[in-house]
């Protein structure tokens, strides 16, 4: 079995709605494990790149402070210096995420704040119905075209270990895993590792 297929499986394996409820289970118990994959581009030469996504949705990227927080309740998350890149379809918010530049953003899965050095993407979302059609892609895409405008020397994103589609995702753009961050807490006991190159 090849390390594609077997993702594919552990994907389908760990990240549906039993799944979730209980990775909620046990964190409300004191019990976390979360393994992520740092990936990581330069942003060099990206400012004029030709840009991909379905032709058919408007892709657009707004300063958080000045986007309706009342149109999707994420809206709500990011700060308001944040980039909020969106995707829409017949006005229909399709996809989402954020862009932060320079500032600590709350990682949740690792229970603390991390220092970004450039730009960090998160919160990449596309609405089930409309997943398979690249938008994903493209709003990455786009986030690394405004990190550069912003100034950022490279984009990082932080990817659950099991999160094969978004590992696609940031790889078809350019991301490549550099480290695993690991975290875990066990009723009040915590360890945090660092190992470098990727899983």
């Not at 990455?140 to 100034?151: D, N, P, S, T, Y």
Request: hydrophobic share 40%; charged share 30%; aromatic share 10%.
């Amino acid at each position: 079995m090849t390390g594609t297929t077997l993702g594919r499986r552990f994907w389908w394996l760990t990240r549906n709605r039993h799944g979730k409820r209980v990775y909620e289970f046990l964190a409300e118990r004191g019990i976390r494990v979360s393994k992520l994959e740092r990936y990581v581009r330069s942003t060099g030469g990206v400012e004029t790149a030709a840009v991909t996504g379905p032709e058919d949705v408007e892709f657009t990227c707004q300063q958080a402070s000045d986007v309706d927080a009342t149109a999707v309740d994420a809206f709500e998350e990011p700060a308001a210096t944040d980039r909020i890149l969106i995707a829409t379809d017949d006005e229909t918010v399709v996809g989402y995420l954020f862009l932060s530049h320079d500032r600590s953003v709350w990682v949740d899965p690792l229970e603390t704040e991390l220092d970004v050095d450039g730009a960090y993407i998160w919160r990449v979302f596309v609405d089930p119905a409309h997943r398979k059609r690249g938008i994903a892609t493209a709003l990455v895409e786009r986030a690394v075209q405004e990190a550069a405008r912003l100034g950022a020397g490279q984009a990082i994103a932080l990817v659950a270990v099991d999160n094969y589609p978004s590992k696609q995702v940031f790889q078809a753009n350019g991301f490549r895993a550099d480290r695993v961050i690991g975290y875990y807490r066990l009723f009040g006991l915590t360890r945090r590792t660092v190992r470098e190159g990727p899983r």
